[in-house]
Nanobody, 125 residues
Framework: QVQLVESGGGLVQAGDSLRLSCAAS????????MGWFRQAPGKEREFVAA????????PYADSVKGRFTILRDNAKNMVYLQMNSLKPEDTAIYYC??????????????????WGQGTQVTVSS
């Protein structure tokens, strides 16, 4: 079993940057795809970005493409989400997740097996 803990969220202004971290424990995630999702109040959870086990394949949601970057450090069992040029519509709880069955990151939430508790990101205008 894999435990995930997200951190790095906070309250920022539009245009600012944040770097979210996801620390994995319990077992190594080096062979698993990882993903970031978010859920805003009253909305369904949506895909943000994913990363393949080796960091080569990194799909993004259209809404964050060019502003967000997903990274991983397998030696540290960590995944990151660098968020630049933040917008008020980026306000949400951000979750990281593990996909044990696919080497490439996928955008479907149901493909992911383990989830963290989330970290709140609030962007003011």
């Amino acid at each position: 079993q894999v435990q995930l803990v997200e951190s790095g969220g906070g309250l920022v202004q539009a245009g600012d940057s944040l770097r979210l971290s996801c620390a994995a424990s319990g077992r190594t995630i080096s062979s698993y795809a990882m993903g970031w999702f978010r859920q805003a109040p009253g909305k369904e959870r949506e895909f943000v970005a994913a990363i393949s086990w080796n960091g080569v394949y990194t799909p993004y949601a259209d809404s964050v493409k060019g502003r967000f970057t997903i990274l991983r450090d397998n030696a540290k069992n960590m995944v990151y989400l660098q968020m630049n040029s933040l917008k008020p519509e980026d306000t949400a709880i951000y979750y990281c997740a593990v996909d044990r069955d696919h080497e490439l990151g996928r955008p479907e939430a149901y493909e992911y097996d383990y989830w963290g508790q989330g970290t709140q990101v609030t962007v003011s205008s």
